[in-house]
């Protein structure tokens, strides 16, 4: 395992004093390389608190310029950038914050001829893509590699956040098999709300890498911030599924276990 310069001893110091976490989870965010899609104001503001966090690498993957109406959400963009691609002044910023913090820009959206290559770089996905076209493909490669992905979105005043772990909990196709129909540039949305669910989602991967309480295993948190109204909802897989079910190509076997003392695969 990796060592922890006096840099971070003294950066991650506070968090370090958490039962159960110590050095030991410090030593394992550092190992691990999460993948974030969508970097916008939720997949953004998650990869700032996985970068302040100390986890070793981030790959952001995001096609597009950033565009005025971003601005009231994406925190990690200024306004001189409005026109210019967003994803490299993610890096910029998150460099800024934490320099120990590997930062890979990746000026693309998600598609059938790169998510393979993306899913099989990283430890984990952090879904916050902005349409279901993206979400499906992460999801089928998460599934097929085997690799736990953080799901994670909003509309509005409302969200969702669930972890899946192939193999042990239902993935997206199980629990949206008919997808939303979402306008990809049209959709109301206040920058505190996709800020709190992205704090939750950085929340969920911190979890997932380094063991240090329960994840949201089967369960779909759902929540109405008009209400401050949190509900966690059991879900199961669909033993159907053509993503992850019994027929599924890629299914798997008691002769292949799923790594999941940290739930991440190291």
Sequence with gaps: MVNLTPTELERYRRQMMLPNFGETAQKRLKSATVLVTGVGGLGGTAALY????????LILVRGGDLRLDDMNRQILMTHDWVDKPRVFKAKETLQAINPDVQVEAVHEYVTPENVDSLVQSADMALDCAHNFTERDLLNEA????????VEAAMDGMEAYLTTIIPGVTPCLSCLFPEKPDWDRRGFSVLGAVSGTLACLTALEAIKLITGLSQPLLS???????TRMEFVKRRSHRDRSCAVCGNSAPWRYSQSQPLETTSHCNK
């Design 219 to 225: 369960e779909l948190l759902t929540i109405d911030l």
């Design 142 to 149: 998460c599934v097929r590699w085997r690799k736990p992905m």
């Design 50 to 57: 996985l970068a302040v966090a100390g986890v070793g690498r």
